[in-house]
């Protein structure tokens, strides 16, 4: 396919979604609802195909050579689809944002403002591997009376496509334009720099990945991007911190699922309670085959796989490693989390609660927490019920996006006949 | 200077904005209050050196041969200097929305989520000649909490310098550092590009002016943008419409101010009331100068002084021309917005309701009035007070931006050594 060819295809994707949107503006509730349901219905009945078509991607990608890691993230089973099913269930549930009057007000020459709650319009999401994004981002979308470009990744073509024909379908059932959910089916990476520079057919582009991915997004979109999911998360403890608590927090952060992106990379310890936690949380990580990357002070204490290094302390390291540092007071690690943070999660265990309220005054990030793990900034443990990413650029959205985050406003003004003098 | 330099000295304008915003999040209203205040006696004491410094950018305007109604925008006199200091007067009157509790929740597991309005940290303005954005973006900044890195344009260079030193003596005598105050002083094109690549410093970019400008912050920036503006804003007369309130609303749209963003640059007239309606606007029209350009059926009614073209209907002429074309039905009328809107403020005039809730449900804009002229999208005639720009995007802010909008929020997150299972 010729590159003028790949941008003909691209662009008619995004336009079919936009005129879709136009009558996905108009559903009712109830109506999305059904769709839900029947998105759901179909990938019950079309199960065997998206497991044969999944099997297939697996089979290329092993081919390939692919490593192991990322086969797992590709690969579903029936327990897989049923999750996925019961996430669009679960959607039906939830409240509409769409139609919500945020504010109504009656001004002075009579004409009524009311601040109403809309649909972006067309998402686009640009995503890696994992398959459950693609159900997730349409069902998100559907709810919320979006239409969707889905951009995944080359690895979970077959899947993807195997998916979104059975979310397609369910569409139809409900009568709704099946163009509403678009997957683009040319995995060429000039296929996302399409995508994501058409300002005219696209609302919002959603990237979901690794921060290569997150970045080249970035400085390519012309159409407003979110920015999600890198957290460099630290956690400080503080001289006033309860030692247990700080332990439990500091072990349950790093070790409970490394692999995520509010697990803490980097742990801050307070130079007058250093020896102490230092003795109490090293045997632990070492039991669970944490590898210890420290400062020289921590070094001092005890003895460190590796000497941190300027790249350790601002690694994502998505594995059991981490970084400690020793630091003089609460003054030095807000001001390293100021300069080596992604605005993700930073946590402070203390007793002391002016130390606390600075820390969650000044520190900037979407979710600050004062004795409570960073592994809870997640859509699910806020209670959003569902979440498309987790913002971490302060405009529009900010931590876990639920529905909410998917819908924009505008003012409807009424009037009879007022003029401006 | 250098390349080397310029990046050099425009980051560290940015980087010294970062810091200072570190210390601004720390201010209660009160103190804030204290500076606007402070800003607008500064401003008074500094007037003479102000408007000696505006006469020296005007001749060297005038030399350079800058239009005069460039030369107008730019010009300031005592009473514009007495409009800035009512407008920073204003905002101390307005409540703070930093520190609003948006939503609060305690988990199942005690966990207590705030989601906390805060100031976004430094906010970029690109903006063209006309000095008083310099006050009002300042003022609007300092309010919220931000600190504010401007970049005006070069004719405006020495009122921009005189004014910012002004309300930089204002900061000082309230005990804020004056680095929350930040004029680029170097005018070449690229320092526009290297302040809006500064990701690692600015949290977002307002760009104000002309679409050039906006498209190329658009194109070039890195931090998330804010678009304004640009209005190529629709009148639509319905079949139904009572015509003497069409006609009043149609002449107040683009006549009473025909230089702004919101007044209406097409008149879109329902075949079934065309003959009639255009005969009595056309008369009004010709009276105040209006230059028409019109469609073949506009043209078989009336005689126009030019038939438009695709161009005319994509133009935001800003001055005393419009476009009027003859439309079969509101469908046709809502898909030629869709088509040449620019997502700012479009209008219908009718008696059917059914017909208006249709084109404020479809009609994609960040107001869409029924029965009102689209004069009052407007942050004034909205009730907000003041406004930073009109967002014809939909990310984070759509319409007139008053002080909520330069905020984000963040999630505090308190508990008592909560873990995940």
């Known amino acids: 396919m010729s590159s003028f060819d790949l941008e003909t295809y691209v662009l008619k994707c995004a336009k079919e979604a936009k005129q879709a949107s136009d009558q996905l503006i108009m559903r009712t509730t109830e109506e999305k609802n059904i769709a839900l349901a029947e998105m759901a219905e179909l990938l019950w009945q079309e ?36 999750g996925m099913i019961e996430g669009l269930h679960q959607l039906v549930a939830l409240i509409d944002p769409v139609g919500e009057v ?7 020459n009579g004409m009524k403002l009311e601040k109403v709650r809309v649909p972006f319009g067309v998402i686009g999401m640009v995503y890696e591997s ?48 099946s163009t509403a959910i678009q997957l683009i089916e040319r995995t060429e990476r000039e296929s996302v720099g399409i995508l994501i520079r058409a300002k005219e057919w696209l609302d919002l582009v959603i990237p979901r990945g690794g921060a290569g991915l997150i970045q080249r997004v970035i400085e390519e979109s012309l159409v407003p991007v979110i920015e999600t999911g890198v957290g460099n998360c630290h956690l400080y ?48 990580y070492r039991e669970a085959e944490v590898e210890i990357r420290g400062c ?5 204490i005890i003895e460190v796989e590796k000497v941190a290094t300027e790249e350790d302390y601002a690694a994502e390291f998505l594995d059991l490693t981490i970084a400690v540092k020793v630091v003089k007071d609460l003054e030095e690690a807000i001001q390293h989390i100021h300069h080596y943070g992604t605005k993700h999660t930073e946590a402070i265990v203390t007793e002391d609660q002016q ?36 913002s971490t650029q302060k405009l529009h959205a900010r931590g876990p996006m639920g529905l909410q985050e998917l819908t924009s406003y505008k003012y409807l003004v009424r009037g009879t006949g007022q003029i401006r003098e």
Do not use: W
């Open 102 to 108: 945020i504010e109504q007000v009656t001004r002075p």
């Open 47 to 82: 199960r065997q195909k998206i497991l044969d078509a999944n099997k297939q991607d697996i089979k290329q990608a092993q081919l390939n050579g692919i490593p192991e890691t990322r086969i797992d993230r590709l690969m579903i089973d029936e327990a897989r689809i049923e």
């Open 130 to 177: 994992r398959p459950n994004v693609t159900v997730d981002a349409a069902g998100l979308a559907i709810k919320t009376g979006n239409a969707v470009v889905l951009r995944g990744g080359r690895e979970a073509l077959k899947t993807n496509q195997a998916l979104v024909n059975a979310l397609r379908l369910g569409l139809e059932r409900a009568n709704i334009p």
């Open 355 to 390: 130390a606390a309220k600075q820390f969650l005054n000044r520190v900037d990030a979407a979710a600050v927490n004062h004795n409570v793990s960073t592994r809870f900034t997640d859509g699910f443990e806020y209670g959003l019920g569902a979440e498309i990413g987790i």
């Open 296 to 300: 020289e002070k921590t070094n001092s």
């Open 237 to 284: 403890v503080h001289e006033a911190a309860n030692l247990k608590m700080a332990k439990e927090i500091a072990f349950n952060a790093k070790v409970q699922r490394p692999s995520v992106c509010n697990a803490i990379e980097t742990l801050l310890v307070d130079q007058k309670i250093a020896d102490d936690f230092l003795a109490q949380i090293v045997p632990l």
